[in-house]
Structure formats: C-alpha cells, structure tokens
T-cell receptor, first 117, second 112 residues
Framework: DAMVIQNPRYQVTQFGKPVTLSCSQTLNHNVMYWYQQKSSQAPKLLFHYYDKDFNNEADTPDNFQSRRPNTSFCFLDIRSPGLGDAAMYLC????????????????FGPGTRLTVL | QQQVKQSPQSLIVQKGGISIINCAYENTAFDYFPWYQQFPGKGPALLIAIRPDVSEKKEGRFTISFNKSAKQFSLHIMDSQPGDSATYFCAANPGGYQKVTFGIGTKLQVIP
C-alpha cells in the first residue's frame, strides 16, 4: 500500500544534541510537509517542499532545518534541541496539483515522538 | 491569529447519540474544508472534506454542513460509537497545495 513512513517512531535526545527525523513516501507526491504537534494542540506547519523548492514558515525557528534529497525522502534536522522542542513531529505529503478548485488531500505519517532530556 | 475557530474543545456523547463539532473561518480565500480524525499516537487522517459550492456532504455516518454566507461549517457524527473516540480537527485552505490552517481540535469521547 502507498503510504507515508516515519522513522524512528520514538526518539530520545539530550538537550542540545542534534537529531534527525526521517520521512519517506511511496505516493510519488510532489509536496512534503513537516508539522510540529504538541500535546492537545493542532499541528503547526514548520515548512514544506514543492519538489526541490523549500518553503519556510515565517515563525519557524532557525534551529529547524530540512533536506529533501529526492522525491521519496525528506529529513527534519533539529540542530540544538531544547526542552520546548519535545513534541510529535508529523510528515505529510500531497500531490501538489494546484489547479483552481483542486482538492489537495494531505496524507500524514504516523509521526515521531521526540523526547528531549 | 486563529483563522479557524473550532468548538467545543471536548465533547462527551453517549453511544448512539449525535456528535456535533462547529467551526468558523474568516479568510474568504479558503476553498477547501477538510476534517481530520486523529487517534492517540497516530497521525491525522482525512475523514471527509467539502468545497464551498455545496451545502452538505454525507459519507456514511459523517456529514459536513456548510454555510458559506455565515462562514461556518460543522461535522455531524450520527449514531456515535466508542470507536469514534478521537480528536477531530477542522481545517481550511485556499485550494491546491497551499498551507492548511487547522482548528484547535475537539477531543470526542463516546461512552457506552
């Protein structure tokens, strides 16, 4: 089945120690998104890629970076995790068809739960 | 600024009852209104979605009602079941792959 896969499902890191979260997709979608979701809150978009074009949200801290080496993979790098970065990180994809009136369903992965000690 | 306002934040419904979650938006450029269902420890999954050119969409026990003039939309879950217990997010985006704006979420608990 076509899907969005995130690894690892659970990640524990130490304060200030860089960490990388991975997302892969078999949907061949053009767009890949990274969201941060804290407990009892809505997902918050950090950035997205349309193909190789990177789009950063204005309020995303510089501590968060992303790489998309090819269509299938996208990585979230947290350069110096703080206690406030503990959250669920969600990867999502969409086809990227931007014609007027198009639906563009986002398909979410299961998320990576990040704990910062 | 919260562009999609969702209420209530929590909801308890008895099995067999109707669950109703309401959302309101401000941005008239929004052109697509999905509802996502999220179980604990899982990513959100699209439940049902509507475009503003229709006033209602029904899929099984789930119905979206849409009022374009009032800029409001709601999710109705008929014959609610314990398996429906989850957090529901309404959302909106201006079409295409543009940024989806989520509501704050409603935690639904269906009790036997």
């Amino acid at each position: 089945d076509a899907m969005v896969i995130q690894n690892p499902r659970y990640q524990v890191t130490q304060f200030g120690k860089p960490v990388t979260l991975s997302c892969s997709q078999t949907l061949n979608h053009n767009v890949m998104y990274w969201y941060q979701q804290k407990s009892s809150q809505a997902p918050k978009l950090l950035f997205h890629y349309y193909d190789k074009d990177f789009n950063n949200e204005a309020d995303t801290p510089d501590n968060f970076q992303s790489r998309r080496p090819n269509t299938s993979f996208c990585f979230l790098d947290i350069r110096s995790p703080g206690l406030g970065d503990a959250a669920m990180y969600l990867c999502a994809t969409s086809s990227g068809f931007s014609g007027r009136g198009s639906y563009n369903e986002q398909f979410f992965g299961p998320g990576t739960r990040l704990t910062v000690l | 600024q919260q562009q999609v306002k969702q209420s209530p934040q929590s909801l308890i419904v008895q099995k067999g009852g109707i669950s109703i979650i309401n959302c309101a938006y401000e941005n008239t450029a929004f052109d697509y209104f999905p509802w996502y269902q999220q179980f604990p420890g899982k990513g959100p999954a699209l439940l049902i979605a509507i475009r503003p050119d229709v006033s209602e969409k029904k899929e099984g026990r789930f119905t979206i009602s849409f009022n374009k003039s009032a800029k409001q939309f709601s999710l109705h879950i008929m014959d609610s079941q314990p398996g429906d217990s989850a957090t529901y997010f309404c959302a909106a985006n201006p079409g295409g792959y543009q940024k989806v704006t989520f509501g704050i979420g409603t935690k639904l608990q269906v009790i036997p």
